[in-house]
Structure formats: structure tokens, C-alpha cells
């Protein structure tokens, strides 16, 4: 049976092999991926006053525009660490990088490699390889026309979408950026995670390090 999208209601495609793997450690794959959202506009967008009420926003001078959602995913324990951020560059992704590396730090996790799907930015960003060089972490690659190979990150933001970005309705990006850094402290310490037997990833990390 097909799963559904919560969002659309329509069925999702399973594009994968259907075999799961799992790094044995903490920190030895982080997927990193980029999540882009719409802004909300001042007063609320269509999911609170309905599309009737919003359509002039997509003509006005000034497009509401985006927030771009940099997420890394540790395979083994699935902890998230998430910013948001108007660009997805070379030194915003660097920045990112490094600051999640520390995250991960503060939670006695060393970040060995991450996977990235092939943007230039990962693939021949100058401020990113850097990061990499000097963390001595090393770089992987999504298989090129698959990017659910990906799939912890992206399986990570299809639930940042349905149980937060798009759960409410939200009177303007301000208040739902503020809520972020809530709705991920917690997914890692209480969220129930179906592929870690209920528990939250912060339990599989706590079990990872005292063993």
C-alpha cells in the first residue's frame, strides 16, 4: 500500500530500493540538505484566510520571497539541527556547517563526513570545502538523479512540513521562525521516531555514548 502525503493527500511514490542503512556511530554521516519555504506575508497567508484572500500578493512589486531551511541529520541518531537563512551561498552554507558541527560537538558528536546532493555550492564552494577541510570532515555525494539517496534529511523536512511549517496557520514569518528552533529541540528530545522504536533521537545518543 502506497504511503500518503499528509499535505496533498495524494500517494508518494517510492522511488528507493526499499533496503535501509544506518551508520553504527554518532557523527559518521550527517545529511545536509537545504529546505526552501515560502514566507509567510504580514496578517497570514492562504492557509488562514483562504487563496481568494492572498492572491494579490503574487502581484505586488516586492515578492514575500523565501527562507531557506539549512538542515543536517545525523544518520545514526537522527538529532536535527536546523537555521534559517534568506540565501543558500557558499559562505551561508559554510557558516552553517561550522555552526552545526559545534551543535553536534555540544552533545559529544564529532562530525566524520556529510552527504550533500551535488549543488555547486557542496560540490565546488570555496568557503564550504574549506569548512570541510579544516573540521577534517570528509564530502559524499547523493548518486546523481537521485537525490532521495539523501533520504534522512529528506525524509526530516517532509515532517519539518507537515508537523510544523504547515500545521498552523501563522499570522506572519516572524512568529513561525521564532517557533523553529522549539519544533526541533522537540523532534531530538521528545518526538516519538517511528524507525528508533518510539523514542526520540536524543535517547539513541545518550545509548550511543554510554556504550
Not at 543536517?72 to 552545526?100: K, M, N, Q, S
Not at 558528536?109 to 555550492?121: F, G, M, S
Not at 579544516?134 to 526530516?156: D, H, M, Q, S
Request: proline share 4%; net charge positive.
Amino acid at each position: 500500500m502506497s504511503a500518503v502525503d499528509p499535505i496533498t493527500g495524494l500517494a508518494v511514490r517510492r522511488r528507493h530500493s526499499g533496503i535501509r542503512y544506518e551508520r553504527a556511530r554518532p557523527g559518521e554521516l550527517v545529511h545536509v540538505d537545504v529546505k526552501k519555504l515560502g514566507r509567510v506575508p504580514d496578517g497570514g497567508g492562504w492557509r488562514l484566510l483562504g487563496r481568494d484572500a492572498t492572491i494579490a500578493h503574487r502581484h505586488k512589486p516586492v515578492r514575500i520571497g523565501f527562507d531557506f531551511l539549512h538542515v543536517a541529520v545525523d544518520d545514526h541518531t537522527r538529532l536535527a539541527y536546523v537555521e534559517a537563512h534568506d540565501d543558500e551561498r557558499d559562505a551561508t552554507a559554510a557558516g552553517f556547517l561550522r555552526r552545526a558541527c559545534a551543535w553536534f560537538a555540544g552533545h559529544q558528536v564529532r562530525v566524520q563526513r556529510v552527504l550533500t546532493d551535488n549543488a555547486k555550492v557542496y560540490r565546488y564552494g570555496r568557503h564550504w570545502r574549506a569548512v570541510c577541510e579544516e573540521l577534517a570532515i570528509g564530502r559524499r555525494f547523493t548518486k546523481v538523479g537521485c537525490p532521495w539517496t539523501n533520504g534522512k534529511a529528506e525524509r526530516f523536512n517532509r515532517t519539518l512540513l507537515c508537523e510544523f511549517a504547515y500545521a498552523r496557520p501563522w499570522l506572519s514569518n516572524a512568529d513561525r521562525l521564532t517557533a523553529l528552533d522549539g519544533w526541533v529541540a522537540d523532534y531530538d528530545t521528545r518526538r516519538a521516531h517511528s524507525a528508533l522504536g518510539g523514542r526520540p533521537p536524543i535517547s539513541r545518543l545518550t545509548r550511543s555514548t554510554t556504550s
